[in-house]
């Protein structure tokens, strides 16, 4: 079956400006996560999402980060006024349930580059 | 303050012989450890994990390592393939999120 998808697969912006990025978990992933990774370094918790509530975003760094997931599927993620220091790979991942034990499987992830 | 570790950034290896991983934790909280793996332009895939009432998990040529006391745990290779050449992920998982080192470039040579 499909994995997770994300798109756009790279987005270039300008300091300043607003970028949403799109995620689609598995068919039937209750569970959707949001990380981002920067160049050298592993992937960063952002936010959990169980079903259409935000379980857990103490990840994410400032107000500027924002993320929906409206009908507990596809989920956006939105910064406002983005910075240079934004710049990363932005990575989605879906489970089963949440449980700890039930693998999260990650998307290819949207890289984003604030010039 | 990074509470999984990978201190080893790179790791180079003949094709055939083992290839082993290591990662250190700081949260003697944490209970579950995964590996990942990472190809350019992909998103991380699972590999093998393990839950800290184990001291083994074995798959196929991936064999994880947990040593609590020591705050350690590996992933053993065997025999490595050139195919294994790829970022090696680990991670702890700190309730619902996973918290990540920040990874090991293996290398198998041919």
């Known amino acids: 079956g499909a994995g997770v998808s994300q798109t756009p697969s790279n987005k270039v912006t300008e300091k300043g400006k607003y970028v949403e990025l799109r995620c689609d978990p598995i068919?039937?992933?209750?569970?959707l996560y949001w990380y981002r990774q920067s160049l050298g370094q592993g992937p960063e918790f952002l936010i959990y999402?169980?079903?259409?509530?935000?379980?857990?975003d103490s990840g994410l760094p400032n107000d500027r980060f924002f993320a929906v997931r409206p009908e507990g599927s596809v989920s956006t993620l939105k910064i406002q006024r983005t910075e240079r220091g934004d710049s990363a790979v932005y990575l989605c991942?879906?489970?089963?349930?949440?449980?700890?034990?039930?693998?999260?499987?990650f998307g290819p992830g949207t890289r984003l580059t604030v010039l | 303050d990074q509470q999984v570790k990978q201190n080893s950034p790179s790791l180079s290896v003949q094709e055939g012989r083992i290839s082993i991983l290591n990662c250190d934790y700081t949260?003697?909280?944490?209970?579950?450890f995964l590996w990942y793996k990472k190809y350019p332009a992909e998103g991380p895939t699972f590999l093998i994990s393990?839950?800290?009432?184990?001291d083994k998990n074995e798959d196929g040529r991936f064999t994880v390592f947990l040593n609590k006391s020591a705050k350690h745990l590996s992933l053993h290779i065997v025999p490595s393939q050139p195919g294994d050449s790829a970022v090696y992920f680990c991670?702890?998982?700190?309730?619902?999120?996973?918290?990540f080192g920040a990874g090991t470039i293996l290398r198998v040579k041919s």
């Open positions: 991942a879906s489970s089963l349930t949440g449980a700890m034990a039930d693998t999260q499987y």
């Open positions: 068919s039937g992933h209750t569970a």
């Open positions: 999402f169980q079903g259409t509530g935000a379980a857990d």
């Open positions: 949260n003697s909280m944490f209970d579950y």
């Open positions: 393990i839950s800290s009432i184990k």
């Open positions: 991670a702890a998982s700190d309730g619902n999120k996973l918290v």
